[in-house]
């Protein structure tokens, strides 16, 4: 808000606000300190996206970089013939345009790392919710990986910020180190235009957090926003996608929550449980407001 009060554009707001998040050692799920891969490595995913002309921006399983969300600006800016680098080329890149370089992993995420895949009970990726069979496969899964590739030795999940400027235009952010104890070299919705990341000045935008897969395969975030150009509610919206996406049949099923915002600032969010909250600030604010998500 402070980026946005000073006469920024949203995409200055939200990359500001994202770093803060990215930079969070108490956050396991993004930037510096984020749950590794099955290998024991840091793989952090983000994208941006513009309502106005849909650019986009995004760098998947990008290692040794604190900030993706700034590396994906840096696509959306210095590379427009591209929309997406993932692994050694987004790395590639992040070092052509001077970006610094850090140990992600840190001796508390990797002590969760190594506790939570066999001893937890909460849920894989979501605000300290309860694990369902899904998550419960899961984590089966994972163990199997960790041993078959032999690894080194708070409200936490996928961050989504989108933010309004007074000239109208909107940006949609999505950062996150992925699913926990993933296969190396996933890639989530959160790199993805239409799954993890949608905005449309004409008629909003929406991003996904929770289990990628699944909002990758039902196009989430786009059936959000295509839903806010019919006339729905943002809340409303984000409920219905998360409907159909619950359709689909997935083994390893978890939670998917989204959120949403239409260009004259009415926002919305919903999730699968009870108690998912989401943060808002205007330019009456004096402080973040949370706001429930509805309950698909």
Same mark, same amino acid.
Request: glycine content about 12%; charged content about 25%; proline content about 5%.
């Given at each position: 808000?402070? *980026? ?18 990215? $930079?969070?050692?108490? $956050?396991?799920? *993004? ?10 490595? *840091? ?30 600006? &840096?696509?959306?800016?210095?590379? /427009? !013939? ?11 890149? &992040? +070092? ?13 995420? =990797? ?12 849920? @894989?990726?979501? +605000? ?10 899961? =984590? ?14 708070? /409200? ?15 940006? @949609? ?19 993805? /235009? ?7 000045? =004409? ?21 959000? @926003? ?7 509610? /943002?809340?409303? &919206? ?12 997935? $083994?390893? =099923?978890?939670?998917?929550? &989204? ?13 699968? !449980? !009870? ?19 509805? *309950?698909?």
């Amino acid at each position: 808000m402070e *980026v946005l009060r000073r006469g920024g554009s949203a995409l200055d707001a939200v990359e500001a606000a994202m770093r803060r998040c990215e $930079d969070n050692p108490a $956050d396991h799920y *993004v930037g510096t300190a984020g749950l590794p891969n099955a290998r024991g490595e *840091v793989e952090l995913d983000a994208s941006l996206m513009i309502g106005s002309g849909r650019r986009f921006g995004a760098v998947g399983a990008l290692k040794g970089y604190p900030n993706p969300i700034s590396v994906a600006r &840096a696509v959306l800016e210095k590379l /427009p !013939q591209h929309s997406l680098l993932v692994g050694e080329g987004a790395a590639l890149f &992040a +070092e052509e345009c001077g970006f610094t370089t850090a140990d992600l992993i840190t001796d508390e995420s =990797r002590e969760l790392w190594r506790k939570q895949v066999a001893d937890s009970r909460e849920s @894989v990726e979501g +605000e300290n919710t309860a694990a369902t069979d899904g998550d419960a496969r899961y =984590r089966e899964s994972a163990l199997a990986l960790i041993r078959r590739l032999a690894p080194h030795d708070g /409200p936490w999940g996928t961050i989504n910020i989108i933010a309004l400027d007074a000239t109208g235009e909107m940006c @949609v952010g999505v950062s996150t180190s992925g699913y926990p104890y993933k296969y190396p070299g996933r890639v989530g919705d959160s790199a993805l /235009p239409g799954a993890g990341n949608w905005c449309d000045l =004409r008629a909003g935008g929406a991003a996904c957090t929770g289990r990628g897969e699944l909002s990758m395969r039902g196009g989430t975030a786009r059936t959000i @926003v295509e839903l806010l150009s019919a006339g729905q509610e /943002p809340a409303d &919206a984000c409920r219905a996608a998360l409907a159909d996406a619950a359709t689909l049949p997935d $083994d390893f =099923r978890a939670e998917l929550r &989204a959120l949403a915002m239409t260009p004259d600032g009415r926002h919305g969010g919903a999730a699968g !449980q !009870q108690g998912s909250v989401y943060g808002l600030m205007t330019d009456a604010s004096t402080e973040p407001e949370f706001r429930p998500r509805i *309950v698909l």
